[in-house]
């Protein structure tokens, strides 16, 4: 793979279930990013990480949680989904400090909570 | 708080007219802005804008910043109905993105 790998691409979930979308990058980039996104409202950021290790809240971060156990893998939980949470989330990736020409973006996973 | 705004929301042209995309930012600690364009799935990279005045070119896409007035413009010459998506505006601050909502361009053949 080269870039961010997203999944799934989309999911139907009932609503309370809790459910986990993965992310994984082979660039080697320190910073990554979860954003949902939502007709009329852009992209807004749910949870961020800087490095490995650390991990930090965006926007809109109630609801989701999120960890950084190794470089490549960022993981982000619905501990018990609700029908707001319907969205479209791209996890993104950029190296050290945002300097990098502009941030690699997953291709993303459509959620619908129903 | 740091917000990005972006005018028009929407736009229909035909193939062949020039389009002019605003993007108004307020950005604690500004680094840079970013533009993307958006089809189908993933936002994929435009222009990333560091200094004033300095315009950007690729191809029929060309971008400037303004950083005294906090904008900046995106504009597609000779319109082809490819160039249709959202097109995105962000600002740096720290580490982090600020998304306007998008413009969506519509081109007609």
């Known amino acids: 793979i080269a870039g961010i790998t997203q999944a799934p691409t989309s999911q139907i979930l009932a609503a309370g279930r809790r459910m986990t979308l993965r992310c994984t990058q082979d660039?080697?980039?320190?910073?990554m990013y979860w954003y949902r996104q939502d007709l009329g409202l852009g992209l807004r950021l749910i949870h961020y990480?800087?490095?490995?290790?650390?991990?930090g809240k965006g926007e809109v971060p109630d609801g989701y949680s999120v960890s950084r156990a190794n470089t490549d893998d960022f993981p982000l939980t619905l501990a018990s989904a609700v029908p707001s949470q319907t969205s479209v989330y791209f996890c993104?990736?950029?190296?050290?400090?945002?300097?990098?020409?502009?941030?690699?973006f997953g291709s993303g996973t459509r959620l619908t909570v129903v | 708080e740091d917000k990005v705004v972006q005018s028009p929301l929407s736009l229909v042209v035909h193939e062949g007219d020039t389009v002019t995309l605003n993007c108004s930012y307020e950005?604690?600690?500004?680094?840079?802005l970013l533009w993307y364009k958006q089809e189908k799935k993933a936002p994929t990279f435009l222009f990333m804008l560091?200094?004033?005045?300095i315009e950007k070119k690729s191809g029929r896409l060309s971008s400037i910043l303004d950083k005294k007035e906090l904008f900046s413009i995106l504009n597609i010459t000779a319109t082809q109905t490819g160039d249709s998506a959202v097109y995105l505006c962000?600002?740096?601050?720290?580490?982090?993105?600020?998304f306007g909502a998008g413009t969506i361009l519509r081109v007609k053949s």
């Open positions: 560091t200094s004033s005045g």
């Open positions: 990480s800087n490095t490995a290790g650390t991990t």
């Open positions: 660039m080697r980039h320190n910073a």
């Open positions: 962000a600002g740096i601050y720290g580490n982090k993105l600020v």
């Open positions: 950005v604690t600690n500004f680094r840079s």
């Open positions: 993104a990736s950029s190296a050290t400090g945002g300097a990098s020409y502009g941030y690699t």
